[in-house]
């Protein structure tokens, strides 16, 4: 008997996000993207580094469709992201905002976590099991019943994280997680995004922050990915970093840090 | 009382206050019944008397309109320590003052026994229009954190050596004023974005349905059908 024959290889699972040629100007005729190409595939963590006003949130704004792009597209999970795709492409990117108070919009952390979910259509106990979920990957689930006003800024940064875990996302997409964030909040939150095994685009511009967590980075600066590489590298290239305003904190040496599980 | 449905109590204060206000206003003993209904209420829900006396402080405004009324009233006037008063205005102002603090009395009860979440709740399942119960939510959610702002704008006015003192000040807080409208309504818009990122199409889902059962419902009625029974009585016994 002769072995079966080998089927044709799998196809490989489409990259979670895939921007070509993504230009975007604002009404007022402000121009932000100059044409972005950048594809992240599944399970990677990259860092979107750029100084400020280099158009890193108007970036995030067209993963989920929130901001239509004036020339080029963007795919996530091989999903066009227009009008037709909108409510599962919303569904797919989970946008954690800079600010928790922006992002906890409901009454309770609970009904909060439950929003994304629920606006899909799940009820019952499988959105009770959902938002369980979400809240213990975080480690809030003992907060459940609180009004976010009554936590701690990292809590509710944390809460944040689990109301786009609650939908599943295909890839979160985080804006400055670091920020207004007390070093064991900081690390507390690296641990729990390294566990996560998603893929992940962290929009800051905290480097040992993206060093610590993302194995590759992009830097986009006027608008354009003007560096695609591994996260060390950059970092230790000081005419790049210099040339787009990266600054390293004082005493840092990219060279000299482990990076933990690596 | 704490644990009955929030609809059911909303419904039942509603249809006490009805009952009040549909009383004539000179069956005084049915006004008695009906602080005497309350009371018992407020003993069963084991919300201290002093709590519930105290925050009927709030209607001390409508107390002031009340108290004018005897004085300004037309009418024939009776001759009380030495003051003239009009007895059609007494008799307004005996109307407003018991059905006004009956009605608070019974709201502040509600409120005593009801969590401001819970209320939302009900509201929500009374079918108020979505619209008002989502502004509700936010107020409740966003009232903290504007005060806050307010209060850290206070702070930073006052570290410059700013103080309100008189009408030439005026002009600087109508600023402040002007400049938290500003960062609440940018706020609002950044909330509004980060509802659309999560699938927000204009309506809230239903994430917590209040359910009340029969006997929940036959609990809740007791106050208002035993208001109802006494209104009655005022009529009859005119």
């Given at each position: 008997?002769s072995?079966?024959?080998?089927?044709?290889?799998?196809?490989?699972?489409?990259?979670?996000l895939?921007?070509r040629?993504?230009?975007?100007?604002?009404?007022?005729?402000?121009q932000?993207?100059?044409?972005?190409d950048?594809?992240?595939?599944?399970?990677?963590?990259?860092?979107?580094?750029?100084?400020?006003?280099a158009?890193?949130?108007?970036?995030?704004?067209?993963?989920n469709?929130?901001l239509?792009p004036?020339?080029?597209?963007?795919?996530?999970?091989?999903?066009?992201?227009?009008?037709?795709?909108?409510?599962?492409?919303?569904?797919?990117?989970?946008?954690?905002?800079?600010?928790?108070?922006?992002?906890l919009?409901?009454?309770?952390?609970?009904?909060?976590?439950?929003?994304g979910?629920?606006?899909?259509?799940?009820?019952?106990?499988?959105?009770?099991?959902?938002?369980?979920?979400?809240?213990?990957?975080?480690?809030?689930e003992?907060?459940?019943?609180?009004?976010?006003?009554?936590?701690?800024?990292g809590?509710?940064?944390?809460v944040?994280?689990?109301?786009?875990l609650?939908?599943?996302?295909?890839?979160?997409?985080?804006?400055?997680?670091?920020?207004?964030?007390?070093?064991?909040?900081?690390?507390e939150?690296?641990?729990?995004?390294?566990?996560?095994?998603?893929?992940?685009?962290?929009?800051?511009?905290?480097?040992?922050?993206?060093?610590?967590?993302?194995?590759?980075?992009?830097?986009l600066?006027?608008?354009v990915?003007?560096?695609d590489?591994?996260?060390?590298?950059?970092?230790?290239?000081?005419?790049l970093?210099?040339?787009?305003?990266?600054?390293?904190?004082?005493?840092?040496?990219?060279?000299?840090v482990?990076?933990?599980?690596? | 009382?704490?644990?009955?449905?929030?609809?059911?109590?909303?419904?039942?204060?509603?249809?006490f206050?009805?009952?009040?206000?549909?009383?004539?206003?000179?069956?005084?003993?049915?006004?008695?019944?009906?602080?005497?209904?309350?009371?018992?209420?407020?003993?069963?829900?084991?919300?201290?008397?002093?709590?519930?006396?105290?925050?009927?402080?709030?209607?001390?405004?409508?107390v002031?309109?009340?108290?004018?009324?005897?004085?300004v009233a037309?009418?024939?006037?009776?001759?009380?320590?030495?003051?003239?008063?009009?007895?059609?205005?007494?008799?307004?102002?005996?109307?407003?003052?018991?059905k006004?603090?009956?009605?608070?009395?019974?709201?502040?009860?509600l409120?005593a026994?009801?969590?401001?979440?819970a209320?939302?709740?009900?509201?929500?399942?009374?079918?108020?229009?979505?619209?008002?119960?989502?502004?509700a939510?936010f107020?409740?959610?966003?009232?903290?954190?504007?005060?806050?702002?307010?209060?850290?704008?206070?702070?930073?006015?006052?570290?410059?050596?700013?103080?309100?003192?008189?009408?030439?000040?005026?002009?600087?807080?109508?600023?402040?004023?002007?400049?938290?409208?500003?960062r609440s309504?940018?706020?609002?818009?950044?909330?509004?974005?980060?509802?659309?990122?999560?699938?927000?199409?204009?309506?809230?889902?239903?994430?917590d349905?209040?359910?009340?059962?029969?006997?929940?419902?036959?609990?809740?009625?007791?106050?208002?059908?035993?208001?109802?029974?006494?209104?009655?009585?005022?009529?009859?016994?005119?």
């Amino acid at each position: 008997m002769s072995p079966p024959e080998p089927g044709p290889p799998a196809p490989a699972a489409p990259p979670s996000l895939e921007v070509r040629g993504l230009a975007y100007a604002y009404p007022d005729g402000h121009q932000a993207l100059f044409g972005v190409d950048l594809t992240v595939p599944r399970g990677e963590r990259v860092a979107l580094l750029g100084p400020n006003g280099a158009g890193k949130t108007t970036l995030a704004l067209h993963l989920n469709g929130i901001l239509a792009p004036g020339a080029g597209t963007v795919a996530v999970a091989g999903l066009p992201v227009d009008r037709a795709h909108l409510a599962e492409v919303r569904r797919m990117v989970g946008i954690v905002f800079q600010d928790p108070d922006d992002q906890l919009f409901m009454p309770t952390v609970r009904e909060d976590v439950a929003f994304g979910p629920a606006a899909a259509g799940l009820r019952g106990a499988e959105l009770e099991a959902r938002v369980r979920d979400a809240l213990t990957r975080v480690g809030m689930e003992a907060y459940a019943e609180r009004p976010p006003h009554h936590l701690s800024f990292g809590q509710r940064r944390r809460v944040a994280v689990a109301t786009v875990l609650a939908t599943r996302p295909e890839i979160l997409v985080l804006d400055e997680p670091s920020s207004n964030l007390d070093p064991a909040s900081r690390r507390e939150l690296a641990t729990i995004l390294r566990d996560l095994d998603l893929t992940v685009l962290m929009v800051t511009h905290d480097l040992p922050y993206a060093l610590e967590l993302c194995p590759r980075s992009v830097v986009l600066s006027d608008g354009v990915i003007a560096a695609d590489g591994a996260t060390r590298d950059l970092l230790c290239d000081e005419e790049l970093m210099r040339a787009h305003r990266l600054e390293l904190p004082f005493g840092f040496d990219p060279r000299s840090v482990r990076v933990p599980g690596t | 009382m704490h644990a009955l449905p929030p609809h059911c109590k909303l419904v039942a204060v509603l249809c006490f206050v009805l009952a009040v206000v549909s009383t004539p206003r000179e069956a005084v003993g049915a006004f008695a019944a009906y602080a005497l209904l309350l009371a018992a209420v407020v003993r069963l829900a084991r919300v201290p008397f002093r709590t519930w006396l105290g925050r009927l402080v709030i209607e001390v405004p409508f107390v002031a309109f009340a108290v004018l009324l005897p004085f300004v009233a037309e009418g024939p006037r009776v001759e009380w320590l030495g003051l003239s008063l009009s007895e059609p205005g007494l008799w307004g102002a005996w109307n407003v003052l018991a059905k006004g603090t009956l009605g608070v009395a019974a709201s502040v009860l509600l409120a005593a026994t009801t969590e401001l979440r819970a209320l939302l709740l009900g509201l929500q399942r009374l079918r108020l229009p979505p619209q008002l119960v989502q502004i509700a939510s936010f107020m409740l959610r966003y009232g903290d954190l504007i005060t806050d702002e307010m209060r850290r704008m206070r702070v930073a006015r006052a570290s410059r050596g700013f103080e309100a003192r008189g009408v030439r000040h005026w002009g600087v807080l109508a600023k402040s004023a002007g400049a938290l409208f500003i960062r609440s309504y940018e706020r609002g818009e950044r909330v509004h974005l980060a509802m659309l990122s999560r699938g927000y199409t204009g309506t809230v889902p239903v994430i917590d349905e209040v359910t009340a059962t029969r006997a929940q419902w036959a609990r809740t009625a007791v106050l208002p059908a035993a208001a109802l029974a006494v209104c009655l009585a005022g009529w009859l016994l005119r």
